[in-house]
């Protein structure tokens, strides 16, 4: 089966840096693209940046220029590395990735998620 866990959530302050990852495990033959979502209480799960197989990235518009995300192929990771944290940004993350796999084609997945939360 396959997962995926996400990792480097917690409290940050106003102004500081977190880089979230999230790993891709099981009977994986291809990933395609990688994404973070987040949603925060009340409000409907939004795109945060996504990355295509190729290394093309995508942002909200509300992130650009202070997250950046990156893919290990090798290690079927994903990073979302978030400078400058405001606390809008609070938030739970997902990981989402659509894989194919040793069980079945192409499948859309998410991870756990993870809480991320910028206060002073």
């Known amino acids: 089966q396959v997962q995926l866990v996400e990792s480097g959530g917690g409290l940050v302050q106003p102004g500081g840096s977190l880089r979230l990852s999230c790993a891709a495990s099981?009977?994986?033959?291809?990933?395609?693209?990688m994404g973070w979502y987040r949603q925060a209480p009340g409000k409907q799960r939004e795109l945060v940046a996504r990355?295509?197989?190729?290394?093309?990235?995508n942002y909200a518009d509300s992130v650009k220029g202070r997250f950046t995300i990156s893919r290990d192929n090798v290690k079927n990771t994903v990073f979302l590395q978030m400078n400058s944290l405001k606390p809008e940004d609070t938030a739970v993350y997902y990981c989402?990735?659509?894989?194919?796999?040793?069980?079945?084609?192409?499948?859309?997945?998410w991870g756990q998620g993870t809480q991320v939360t910028v206060s002073s």
């Open positions: 099981g009977s994986i033959f291809r990933i395609n693209a």
């Open positions: 989402n990735s659509v894989i194919r796999s040793r069980d079945s084609w192409f499948r859309n997945y």
């Open positions: 990355i295509a197989s190729d290394g093309i990235t």
